[in-house]
């Protein structure tokens, strides 16, 4: 009987997204709309996310362009920007507004760099989590002592590679915020 490991290559494919996600929300110093992702804005009764109710797009590497559909949320979406308090400015105008992002600090550059390592161990404990999962599984299943084995030895490097990956990804994302 061969052992399928399908649903637990997906559940590390979705940490790694995950850490992927998180990192690019995060304000790097280049405008990426990705980094109003997690703003909500009050609108007809109920929260909603930025994107919901306007345009988001770059204008130049240092500000986003944003262009609500019904001007009357200009205000509410400026207001959802400051409390969200992403280390951002803003500049309303007629037809929207423009979020402008700082130049980071050496200081700055440090935190993103501690907060990036943060999420990577917790994109590391997820694996492990899933592993430890996927282990128990394992045990249960009807299988001989060499099909456990060999099963064992598949799992621990599929999760070898995947914390390859996550690394690889902190990596990259590191560089950028140094550079």
Do not use: C, H
Not at 27 to 35: C, D, E, H, K, L
Request: proline share 3%.
């Amino acid at each position: 009987m061969q052992y399928n490991l399908a649903n637990f290559k997906a559940d590390l494919k979705k940490a790694e997204d995950f850490l992927t996600k998180g990192y690019s929300e995060l304000n790097i110093g280049r405008a990426s709309p990705m980094v109003l992702d997690s703003v909500s804005v009050e609108s007809y009764g109920q929260k909603q996310p930025i994107k919901n109710v306007a345009s988001v797009s770059i204008e130049d590497p240092k500000t986003l362009r944003i262009n609500p559909w019904d001007k009357s949320f200009i205000k509410e979406i400026e207001k959802a920007i400051m409390i969200a308090d992403l280390g951002l400015s803003t500049a309303v105008d007629e037809s929207g507004i423009r979020v402008i992002f700082p130049q980071l600090t050496g200081e700055t550059r440090q935190k993103l760099v501690k907060i990036l390592k943060d999420r990577l161990e917790d994109a590391r404990i997820s694996v492990r989590k899933i592993r430890q999962d996927e282990m128990d599984l394992l045990q249960k299943a009807e299988l001989n002592e060499d099909e456990l084995k060999r099963s064992k030895d598949d799992i621990q490097k599929i999760v070898d590679e995947t914390n390859k990956n996550l690394e690889a990804i902190f990596s990259k994302k590191e560089q950028e915020v140094l550079n």
